[in-house]
């Protein structure tokens, strides 16, 4: 069967430049046959464990996506040298137990293999980057992270003047050797 790749674009802003760097990614992954699908959370609500059961609709759906993805990969820009509000959120209804109460038990993102990049300032999104890996490193999730810390890539002025990201050769190779990295690593 196809291998699939759920995408996590952490900013929900439409222009995103994290998911401009997303489709350098899709590409790569295309090339070696993998599926790329996108996880829209916008409509997932804040977590609160007075409503997390019955789990609502919305939550639902990304939980399910999740569990059925043969990878993730993360391209998020950085909030204040971590992660955006929304992601978090995101993560926290993610790493709840399949089975309702089941803790201890698997979550979606139970022995997931995971990718992170991100595109933000000049740290190239360092910071964010460290907390991704350091949540997806816990042995708590088991994930397989490929690639370490991943690609980060710096804006330029003119991002935020034209709408459009530009990418260095080097950052983009980058980026496609973390796609080969990944589509080897869920290889049969
Ligand atoms: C609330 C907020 C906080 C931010 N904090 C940082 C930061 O700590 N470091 C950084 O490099 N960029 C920071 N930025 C800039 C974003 O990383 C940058 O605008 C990024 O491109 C947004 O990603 P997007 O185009 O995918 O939405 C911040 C932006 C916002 C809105």
Redesign the pocket.
Known sequence: MTKHVTFI???L?K?????QFATIAAEALAHRGIDVDYLDFADVPVFNQDTEQPTPTAADRVRTQVAEADALWVFS??????Y?GGLKNLLDWLSRPIKPFDFGGPTPLSGKTVAIAS?????A?A?VRAKLAELFRSPFTNNTLIGGEGTGAS?TPD?FATGT?SFDEETRAKLVAQAEELAAAIAD
């Open positions: 674009i952490g900013s802003r222009g995103s430049f994290n998911a820009p950085e909030y204040n040298f971590s955006p595109v933000a300032g000049k740290s999104g910071g804006l991002a990201a």
